[in-house]
């Protein structure tokens, strides 16, 4: 379960950063957020720090935690335009902190069976920056075959992610170049980002997280049902683990 020390092996553990908002016109406000940590938690023996990082631009409402995770609370600047690349590029901030790299997710997602436990103990290759679990602009069809995808395709979303801790720290330090006021949107800016900075990333097919949410909460309203928020790949009953067999095609 979660921890804020190293692991009882002394390995450092990675970060787990969940980005999320409140949602007060929907009657929950959380409702996406804790449905994705009840899930996250359903994996109770594999061993991470748990990060929450909040944007209370639109109100000062905060979800409840799970014991022993932390709470980061963040606002966009004053006159910025909405999007949500600030608050994702504070998810990164907080991912930095780990030594081995780190996971970011979006709250509005559903993970198959130990997608967790297969996105934690995956091993980002050294010519990869990162790797995205979710990849629907990337495999557009169900039938696609499975390995990691070393793909020019444009980085489309951001539900789950896992970086490098050299990554992190570049994308980090990214904010501070005029090349960051071009986008508002977190896909957007880390395409951007990572084209600027010569990273090259690896998408997993099958994706084994799906993005349920309907309206964005940052973006004015935009409506995420279209073709390019729909990971073609997953399916709900697959063990992710069970790809650890074809790891070879993982590599």
């Known amino acids: 379960m979660p921890h804020a ?3 009882l092996e002394g390995a450092p553990l990675i970060p787990v950063v ?3 908002c409140a ?7 959380f409702r996406y957020f804790d449905k994705t940590i009840a899930r996250l938690l359903e994996e109770s023996d594999v061993d991470f720090e748990g990060h929450v990082v909040i944007d209370c631009t639109k109100g000062d409402a905060t979800p409840t935690l799970p014991e022993g995770w932390e709470l980061h609370k963040m606002g966009r600047p004053p006159n910025s335009i909405h999007g949500n690349k600030w608050g994702y590029w504070r998810a990164l901030e907080v991912a930095s902190r780990g030594a081995a790299g780190g996971l970011v997710f979006e709250d509005d997602v559903e993970l198959a069976p130990n997608a967790l436990r297969r996105m934690a103990s995956f091993p980002v290759p050294r010519d990869l920056s990162f790797v995205t679990f979710y990849s629907p602009a990337v495999f557009q069809h169900p039938r696609v075959f499975p390995g990691l995808w070393r793909t020019p395709t444009p980085v489309i979303g951001t539900q789950a992610i896992k970086f490098t801790a050299d990554a992190l720290r570049k994308l980090v330090s990214f904010q501070q170049l005029p090349a960051f006021n071009a986008f508002t949107a977190s896909d957007e800016m880390l395409e951007c980002a990572r084209a600027v900075l010569g990273m090259k990333y690896g998408a997993h097919c099958p994706d084994i997280v799906q993005h349920v949410g309907d309206e964005s909460a940052v973006d004015l309203g935009a409506d995420l049902r279209h073709r390019w928020r729909r990971a073609h790949t997953y399916a ?9 067999a074809r790891d070879e095609l993982f590599r």
């Open 236 to 244: 709900a009953n697959l063990d992710a683990m069970a790809l650890y």
């Open 5 to 7: 020390a190293a692991s």
């Open 18 to 20: 969940v980005l999320t």
């Open 23 to 29: 949602r007060p016109e929907e009657g929950e406000p």
